[in-house]
């Protein structure tokens, strides 16, 4: 199930074993929360957690003996084991009758955060398991969110203001939970946000800021390109730093552009959260493959020449903007 039904799931008994996995930590932090909210009255006795990256073969034994255990004083007992990718040997022999037979007042809680290395089994398909998808939600929900948050703050926000922190945040539910805090306590006696609000109070990650440079260099505003620069610059990135992140910027363009697959293919060959592909894919789609490769190719070119000790950082960081905007034949960039 969506993550979004999870909460509605809970009015009636809970599953005895759940499976969150997707890259959104936000959804699996808030899940666990919730279990404990409900069913939990004395979390220090009937709360354990277990790595799962550790446990193989016959140390399955302490997991199993753990979710077998009755609670004490409280409703349920809640057994959690992260990162876990049990081989279907182990499946069989050691886990495959517990997870047949659960015991009632015990709730395990598998939390996964990377793809499973090698051959494992796949815990969907366990008897009694119950799959939470914690993987980015989509636009819509995320802004529903955040209007959500300030409406039961009692503040008021509009369309564009809920979608600046979006935006800003990449749509990552951890860093947008933290800015909302944030503005709710900005705007307790005001009781409104506007969208300068947004820009004078949120944080923007680095990411948004390259590609705030590439919109920039889009629309041929120099100003603006410069300008997010330097702040990058005086948050402590330097010219090898900012060289290498807008060449990895076009370089994902350029693949998602040549790999012709849907956004959330693209971003499992990629390695890349889908929400990244989505707004690089317009954008990479908006300058057309030549003007993506050409970026690309220089700015690596650039890359290279530091390398070599051609140029310096700086000169090469010099070269690449003027040769973005104007093209090599405007200046020398040789002679940087």
Not at 173 to 179: A, K
Not at 216 to 228: C, D, I, Q, S
Request: glycine share 4%; with cysteine; hydrophobic share 40%.
């Amino acid at each position: 199930m969506k993550f979004v039904l999870f909460k509605k799931s809970l009015e009636t008994d809970p599953a005895p074993i759940y499976l969150f996995d997707g890259e959104e930590e936000y959804f699996k932090e808030r899940g666990e929360e919730m279990l404990k909210e409900k069913f939990l009255q004395e979390p220090s006795l009937n709360f354990s957690v277990f790595h799962g990256e550790t446990m193989k073969g016959s140390q399955l034994t302490a997991l199993l003996a753990a979710v077998q255990s009755i609670p004490f004083m409280s409703e349920k007992r809640i057994v959690k084991v992260t990162d876990f990718y049990p081989t279907e040997a182990d499946y069989e022999r050691y886990l495959k009758e517990y997870f047949e037979h659960p015991q009632p007042d015990t709730i395990l809680l598998i939390v996964n955060s990377t793809a499973a290395k090698g051959k494992s089994f796949d815990l969907r398909k366990g008897a009694n398991v119950t799959w939470v998808d914690c993987s980015k939600a989509d636009e819509d929900t995320v802004l529903r969110w955040i209007y959500t948050q300030f409406k039961r703050a009692g503040i008021s926000i509009d369309t564009d203001s809920c979608e600046r922190i979006m935006r800003y945040c990449l749509s990552d539910m951890t860093r947008i939970r933290g800015e909302t805090e944030k503005l709710i306590a900005f705007a307790a006696k005001s009781k409104r946000i506007e969208p300068c609000d947004v820009d004078n109070v949120v944080y923007r990650d680095a990411d948004y800021k390259i590609y705030e440079m590439s919109n920039a260099l889009e629309l041929r505003n120099f100003t603006k390109f410069l300008t997010v620069q330097a702040e990058l610059l005086s948050k402590g990135f330097d010219e090898t730093a900012i060289l290498n992140a807008l060449c990895s910027y076009y370089r994902g363009m350029y693949e998602i552009l040549v790999l012709r697959k849907s956004d959330v293919e693209t971003a499992k060959v990629l390695g890349m959260k889908e929400y990244g592909v989505k707004v690089n894919r317009r954008q990479a789609e908006s300058l057309g493959i030549k003007r993506v490769e050409e970026l690309y190719f220089r700015i690596f070119e650039a890359m290279n020449r530091i390398k070599s000790g051609e140029w310096s950082a700086a000169a090469a960081l010099n070269a690449v903007n003027t040769q973005l905007f104007f093209g090599s034949s405007a200046n020398n960039v040789e002679s940087m």
